[in-house]
């Protein structure tokens, strides 16, 4: 009673105030003490802004002590003493509120159950085991409010609709401090996915089919709706997709699905310019078609200038089983490359067929490969067929392209002969290997690991062509060195007649690289290293070591990465500049 009655005194006076003649021309300065931290903030929220015209100050201060109270509650402080002291002696006004939180309220049960087809449902029981309300925890209305709308949440995202709380109460005792908590929710029964409808012409149903992640008569799940979307979406094919329930048309326990598709753009194109200590400046232009017919097919042709490795390649992809992972390539291709002292110009024709499974990569193809190259003293071109296999394998942590955690493995073998369209007998292997590993926020490791081996008669081995040769240095490989400038030497006569020494590349490939980085920010991170190995003919290993440090830029395409390197096991070692953008791997 005596609260109530200073209450309606507090009314009073604010009341008389707010007729003041000078109230319009004054405004409040609010001074909340006592409370900190999360009760502090929710406090303010619920005061609000402070007012700037009479009548809403006489509200402002009509309010505000119930406001606080409330704030408190919502947090399980309902023992809370709120005092006001008000100023009027200058403007503007000063109104100080005092806070004494008091003890908390405790949850003392918690009894939360459920009824339906949700009692069997995995989905149900971890939500359960992960409540946020155990007893003995300080009430907060708003943790209960939140908890509450995640179970109806999670039982439209899994096909409950006719779901509903038949009890839903928080029961408090203010004087002995507790509260009880009761949940009672009625999932009722479990929809299944009715049919698929769907109007479209752009795409072969037998494409479409494969993508559905949706089976008639299967349990309702939003997960697989949004999956299904996703894969629509990644294959090109579409510039929209929606696939949604239509709850209204509910008929024995099915809920049918809309799908609606449109089109993408017929052609997109893309230019690009760039920099790399390895190719220098560079300059690239793509032009692609996602869907050339309503049976997938896709085509996409690039050309990129630069002055190291100017190309050109258009490649003709067909899907088979899969618009995703399962397509056959077809391939054309012109480069031009430095290796070491060569020049190499190359010409392939190829097909390939790509397999997802999973995280792996699985492909088979056929290259046909017309190479030529030349040097002081040295003039060559041969033709290669060379049948191959690869498998591949990504996994990563965080980002794409800058993951905290990830490891990566490439395999591939090629073979040619020559009584099957090659020039001479070859079986040539390679291996990838990449490993990045984080340690809290600031310390990142990264391992990288580079092998290959082709296999020839010694009669033929002058006749392995640049491409098929192992080169070692450059930005991706051992900084310090040039790019491709660490491979066998062979001793030729010049157009004169004089020896010359040309590094002609390796027949085996060895190199390592291991690297620590301190991100000293979020975008900012230095680095340390040390690469080594070598390109060699088989019996001829000669390790070569580089070493250096390097500051990266993070970005969303990656790191831009300037390093600065020694070859240490050069008789005269020089410093390299090297700078690469991308992913590490």
Excluded: C
Excluded at 53 to 76: F, H, W
Excluded at 542 to 554: D, Q
Aim: avoid cysteine; hydrophobic fraction near 40%.
């Amino acid at each position: 009673m005596i609260k109530q009655a200073r209450q309606f005194q507090s009314a009073l006076l604010l009341a008389s105030l707010a007729l003041s003649p000078f109230a319009a021309a004054q405004l409040l300065d609010v001074q909340l003490n006592g409370l900190e931290g999360e009760s502090r903030d929710n406090a303010l929220a619920w005061l609000g802004v402070s007012p700037e015209t009479s009548q809403a100050r006489a509200n402002y201060l009509y309010s505000a002590q119930r406001k606080v109270e409330k704030s408190l509650q919502a947090l399980g402080y309902y023992r809370a003493r709120v005092e006001l002291e008000l100023t009027r002696s200058k403007e503007p006004w000063s109104l100080v509120i005092s806070v004494q939180p008091g003890e908390p309220v405790l949850l003392r049960q918690v009894n939360v159950r459920l009824l339906g087809d949700a009692v069997n449902d995995p989905a149900f029981a971890e939500l359960l085991e992960t409540s946020p309300l155990q007893g003995g925890d300080v009430l907060n209305h708003g943790v209960y409010d939140r908890f509450r709308r995640s179970l109806t949440s999670l039982a439209r995202r899994r096909g409950y609709f006719e779901g509903a709380f038949s009890q839903a109460r928080v029961e408090v005792e203010p004087v002995g401090g507790v509260a009880d908590v009761s949940l009672l929710y009625d999932s009722g029964k479990r929809f299944n996915f009715g049919a698929i409808s769907y109007d479209q012409d752009i795409i072969h149903e037998s494409l479409l089919s494969p993508l559905l992640l949706i089976e008639q008569g299967e349990p309702f799940d939003q997960k697989k709706l949004r999956d299904t979307q996703i894969q629509l979406q990644r294959t090109g094919y579409f510039s929209t997709v929606i696939l949604r329930p239509i709850v209204d048309m509910v008929d024995d326990g099915q809920v049918p699905l809309e799908l609606n598709l449109f089109p993408a753009k017929q052609h997109s194109f893309d230019l690009g310019a760039g920099f790399s200590t390895d190719t220098r400046e560079r300059l690239s232009f793509t032009w692609r078609t996602p869907k050339l017919n309503a049976y997938g097919h896709q085509q996409e042709t690039r050309i990129q200038y630069s002055d190291v490795n100017p190309s050109g390649r258009f490649t003709y992809s067909i899907p088979v089983s899969h618009p995703l992972d399962d397509a056959v390539q077809f391939t054309a291709r012109l480069e031009d490359n430095e290796f070491g002292d060569l020049d190499s110009r190359q010409r392939e024709l190829g097909i390939r067929r790509e397999m997802r499974k999973s995280d792996w990569i699985y492909s088979y193809s056929l290259r046909g490969l017309d190479e030529a190259w030349n040097s002081e003293g040295i003039d060559r071109q041969n033709d290669y067929l060379l049948p191959g296999i690869s498998l591949s394998q990504r996994l990563h942590g965080g980002s794409l392209v800058n993951p905290a955690s990830g490891f990566s493995h490439w395999y591939r073998a090629e073979a040619g002969g020559a009584n099957v369209g090659s020039d001479i007998d070859l079986v040539r292997l390679t291996a990838n290997f990449g490993l990045i590993h984080s340690l809290g926020e600031k310390h990142r490791f990264v391992l990288r690991s580079n092998l290959g081996a082709a296999f020839v008669e010694d009669a033929d081995r002058g006749q392995l062509a640049p491409s098929l040769n192992f080169f070692a240095g450059g930005a991706q490989s051992i900084r310090g060195y040039g790019y491709q400038s660490i491979g066998n030497e062979v001793t030729v006569e010049n157009a004169t007649g004089n020896p010359v020494s040309l590094i002609v590349g390796g027949d085996r490939l060895l190199t390592g690289s291991a690297e620590y980085q301190y991100s000293f920010t979020q975008n900012w991170r230095g680095a340390v290293f040390v690469d080594a190995g070598d390109a060699f003919d088989e019996g001829d290993f000669e390790g070569n070591v580089g070493a250096g440090f390097g500051v990266h830029y993070v970005t969303q395409v990656g790191a831009i990465r300037l390093n600065i390197a020694n070859p240490v096991t050069d008789d005269d070692p020089s410093w390299r500049i090297h700078l690469a953008i991308g992913a590490e791997f």
